[in-house]
């Protein structure tokens, strides 16, 4: 996929790679249509994600998929032409508010969609029983109260983040790593949609090799701070983001007090995840700050009302 839908790929392929036990690669759709479909093992399995179903490259991707005998699904909320037409399956994403605003309903319903296959690829190959994808299933339906929970939670603090920060002064960066690396690319672009502000994704290790020396009081630095296989990593670049007088914010679990100590300002995602799962909590915090920056500073998305 393109933008969104490419995260939500980076967000979910750790899904089929532990329940399904699928080698799996989320890859922007150019690179995939010009340079690997080539490479492409004769059995993969390609899914495009296209909320419009109208991208170019998504659309050309399952064309040279298809050219080169490989399997395609698309994942689409238009069924009626472009990408439905041209993949051998097609899937609804089948959430019901479809209109022009940053992608957040068409972003949950692509992670939702991904989950949930990775769950059927599991149960088909016989390393998950039915009873433990029902089970996974019942997981990820019963985020919808810690969802809840966690959006109350940030609405006051996004909103005072909002009046903290000007935007011709200060730069917004966020890191992430494993499921949250596409957490961090989502956060980034609901940033720039709203405001048409700069903002910045990176990996967690690779920011130390780069955005560590651009670093200063001028940076709001947002950590993905799920716990899971990075969380060491993620409090000593903490440590990092603050000797060079960046503002820290911590978007973690409030009762991960490791974390919490030791950042500025916490972003609240309530409840003890699965680090495969978190993806569908952590993406809130960026969500409700770009809302806020948006009100604060009366700006229309994308600037389209720039002629």
Not at 142 to 163: H, K, S
């Amino acid at each position: 996929g393109c933008g969104d839908s490419w995260y939500c790929g980076m967000a979910t392929r750790f899904a089929f790679e532990a329940w399904a036990g699928i080698p799996t690669e989320a890859v922007q759709a150019l690179e995939f249509s010009r340079y690997l479909v080539n490479y492409a093992p004769k059995d993969s399995l390609v899914m495009a994600v296209s909320n419009s179903g109208r991208v170019a490259r998504t659309i050309e991707s399952v064309v040279q998929a298809n050219r080169c005998g490989l399997t395609t699904i698309a994942a689409t909320s238009n069924l009626s032409e472009g990408i439905s037409q041209e993949a051998h399956f097609t899937i609804d994403l089948a959430y019901s508010e479809r209109r022009f605003a940053p992608g957040t309903s068409s972003y949950m319903a692509s992670l939702i969609v991904q989950y949930c296959l990775a769950l059927y690829l599991a149960e088909c190959s016989g390393r998950l029983e039915p009873e433990q994808v029902q089970q996974k299933l019942g997981q990820i339906s019963a985020l919808g109260g810690l969802m809840q929970q966690t959006i109350d939670a940030n609405l006051p603090v996004m909103e005072r983040l909002a009046q903290m920060i000007n935007l011709a002064d200060h730069r917004i960066v966020f890191l992430g790593a494993g499921p949250n690396l596409g957490t961090a690319f989502f956060s980034m672009a609901k940033i720039i949609e709203s405001t048409r502000h700069p903002a910045v994704a990176q990996e967690l290790e690779e920011w130390a090799h780069e955005q560590f020396f651009t670093t200063d009081k001028d940076t709001f630095t947002f950590l993905l701070a799920a716990r899971g296989a990075s969380t060491d990593r993620t409090r000593e670049q903490m440590s990092a983001v603050k000797a060079m007088g960046s503002t820290c914010v911590a978007i973690c679990d409030p009762e991960d007090q490791a974390t919490v100590s030791q950042a500025d300002l916490i972003a609240p995602v309530v409840g003890d995840l699965d680090e495969i799962l978190s993806p569908l909590l952590y993406c809130i915090p960026a969500e409700l700050l770009a809302f806020h920056l948006a009100l604060a500073n009366d700006t229309v998305m994308l600037g389209f009302d720039n002629p």
